[in-house]
Structures are given as structure tokens and as C-alpha cells.
Nanobody
Framework: QVTLVESGGGLVQAGNSLRLSCKAA???????MGWFRQAPRKEREFVAA????????YYSDAAKGRFTISREDPKNTVSLQMNNLKPEDTAIYYC????????????????WGQGTQVTVFS
């Protein structure tokens, strides 16, 4: 069984950066790790994902060009570098795993961590 732990959130002014980390503990066979976010009174939405073996990545339109997802092996950690943050990026950020590749649906991911809060003020 795998456990995911997110970290790195915080309170930042718009235009600044944060680096989130998602550390996996335990054995897992899922091939893709993804970052999602959920703002108050909104549904969880896809941000970025990376294939664990080949490190192929894909992003939401909101993240493209500002966020970068990367794998840190053998630390079993996936990072999300977020630059030029905007107030609309404010949310709880979660990581999850899926056996496939290419999905952007939260329902296709599992083993969710507890999340890390990102708050961006203008």
C-alpha cells in the first residue's frame, strides 16, 4: 500500500514562486502521479501529471508555461515548481496516482495525500 504526503505549500504574494513536493512511501505499481487542486466551493481540478518511468508530462492550460512537474528519483518524490503565482492559484493541492497515462479526471486517480494549502494574495 502506498502513502502520499504533500508538502511545500504556503502564503505568497502574486508573482512569486512555490515548490510543492509529493513523497511516496511504500510499494506502488501505478505509472503516473498527478497534481490536482481544489479551491473552496469548487471541484477538484487537474494541474499536471508525470509518467513515473518515462517522465512524460502533461499540464492543464492554467499551469502550462508557469508550472513544472518533475520526478526526483530515488527519493520517490514528485515536485511541482510553481512560478508567477496568481490569486486564482489559491487552493489545496493534492497528489494522486493512476495506473494509466493521460487522464485528467480525479476519479481515475487514487491514494490521495492530505493536501497542502497554497494561498496567493495580490
Amino acid at each position: 500500500q502506498v502513502t502520499l504526503v504533500e508538502s511545500g505549500g504556503g502564503l505568497v504574494q502574486a508573482g512569486n514562486s512555490l515548490r510543492l513536493s509529493c513523497k511516496a512511501a511504500g510499494a506502488f505499481t501505478s505509472s503516473t502521479m498527478g497534481w490536482f487542486r481544489q479551491a473552496p466551493r469548487k471541484e477538484r481540478e487537474f494541474v499536471a501529471a508525470i509518467n513515473w518511468t518515462y517522465e512524460n508530462t502533461y499540464y492543464s492550460d492554467a499551469a502550462k508555461g508557469r508550472f513544472t512537474i518533475s520526478r526526483e528519483d530515488p527519493k520517490n518524490t514528485v515536485s511541482l515548481q510553481m512560478n508567477n503565482l496568481k490569486p486564482e492559484d489559491t487552493a489545496i493541492y493534492y497528489c494522486g496516482l493512476t495506473p494509466g497515462y493521460g487522464s485528467r479526471r480525479p476519479a481515475d486517480f487514487g491514494s490521495w495525500g492530505q493536501g497542502t494549502q497554497v494561498t496567493v494574495f495580490s
